[in-house]
């Protein structure tokens, strides 16, 4: 998933030499604390397992994303426990592992449950199987069972895991926890830009409820102008511009352009007013109204400038879509930034081959197109099909380059469900001008998806994000009470739900 991320777009390093720095990456802080019973088992076999599971954490969590803090030993009384879980609440944790070393006596799980009802953060239980033969060493199995009823019945929201420090697995699982943790954490008081201010005309479902918003994912919106915008680009001069077009029509993989040096001066002119307006006013991701305005009054099509703040890794949705921007942000921060979002339409079925065709106007980060097929600038193909003498660009189109996928959307109005599956995208021809990818859908058919969307009249844009991370996903909605639409049986003909 990270060779997408550590790709260079075209001219993203020119980009960089003139923009403001990206900020610090955030790093997210998750506690371990064992918890356990010295009086009544074997704690020589607990302090072991412990250290094991300290051990496999640090191995486990990216440094550069991750600080673990952790208890020097487990736990056993209601006064030590409280006495740690406030000070994990003075080191601002985002996310608690409780590590269940053996039985527990009931005092502490309440303890702890009320800590929580009174400090709502995302809490992991982590239990295994034990040695058998001989008396009850550990009674981890049943200790974990206990402390999730007393949570359970105190409505405190947890998830757990039942698996030893030493599985081969065991990795892979505890970072979902600890990737939704990430995400959620990373989110809460940040800010998305909306440049142009507001949706495009009769794209209803690309308006989320703000309040919705910040109370889900902690999430504030900020809507700027056009002439804000264009006159933050200023500051650019015009050679710096020019050396841009010059490296991007010239770069090897450039293998068309039909579009005047005037366009794609604008184009890079927005991209990086856009780019580096962002950076100062720290936005985790735009929305770009990239029409009817930059069509009308500034005679250029902003997909081209899509495409290139996207390789400086600022995520871009089109058609000021909230809800696209908002699944672009949490695939990006799930990810720990590595997953290279893009929008999409949902443009072609082909139920014998088991393939839907995703297609957008050529906005879609460089870094995703076809390895040795290369990228054409354009005017835009929609625009050409009233006139194309009065079509304009410039668009970057491209194949994207085939792999493992996840696709999702945050559905209109308030992102309160979501429609999530993986995938592969396969070779394929370009369908359709523009960015273009055919995926393979894993876990069910390309029918079943078609189905699920039409039968609840689903929003019209998705993303598509590199690699499988469908588990994080669902773990981060856990946190964020986001409920997960089930994927329909493929049928010719139904009624549709409404909403």
Known sequence: MGTYAQKKGVVADLFEKLIAPAPAKYKSKIALVGIGFEEHFDWESILKNYAIAKETLKSTFPSDSFEVLSSEEPIQTKENMLVWLDDMKKEEVDGIIIYQASYIAGDLAATTARWFVQNPIPVLSWSHDEATGGRLSNNRLCGQNFLLNILNSSNVKYSWIFEAPTSP?????????????????????????????????????????????????????????????????????????????????????????????????????????????????????????????????????????????????????????????????????????????????????????????????????????????????????ILENYSEESSTGPLIEFLHNPGEVTIAKYMYPHADEVLTFEAEIVESEMAFRGSYAEVEPKGCTSGDVVSTVLNNGCDHHWIMGRGFFGNELAEFNHWVNVEEMKIDKCNAYVHGRSK
């Open 169 to 381: 697995t065991i990795g892979e699982h505890i970072l979902s926890f600890a990737k939704a943790v990430y995400a959620k954490a990373s989110m809460n008081q940040r800010v998305i830009g909306m440049v142009g201010g507001f949706r495009v005309p009769g794209f209803y479902d690309c308006e989320l409820n703000e309040i919705s918003l910040l109370k889900r994912f902690g999430l504030l919106v900020d809507r700027v102008d056009f002439q804000t915008i264009w006159k933050h680009g200023e500051k650019f001069k015009a050679e710096d511009i020019a050396e841009i077009r010059e490296a991007l029509l010239n770069h090897p993989d450039c293998k068309f352009n039909n579009v005047t040096n005037e366009r794609i001066d604008k184009g890079i002119y927005l991209a990086l007013a856009v780019s580096d307006y962002s950076r100062i006013n720290n936005y985790i991701g735009i929305g770009l109204k990239n029409w009817p305005e930059l069509f009308d009054h500034y005679d250029i099509a902003g997909d081209g400038a899509g495409a290139l703040i996207q390789d400086v890794g600022i995520p871009v949705a089109d058609e000021s879509d909230m809800g696209a921007l908002v699944t672009m942000v949490v695939f990006n921060q799930l990810s720990l930034e590595e997953c290279v979002p893009t929008l999409v339409d949902m443009s072609l079925l082909d139920n014998k081959n088991n393939k839907i065709g995703y297609w957008h106007c050529g906005g879609a980060s460089t870094k995703l197109m076809k390895e040795g097929a290369g990228f054409e600038v354009r005017n835009h193909s």
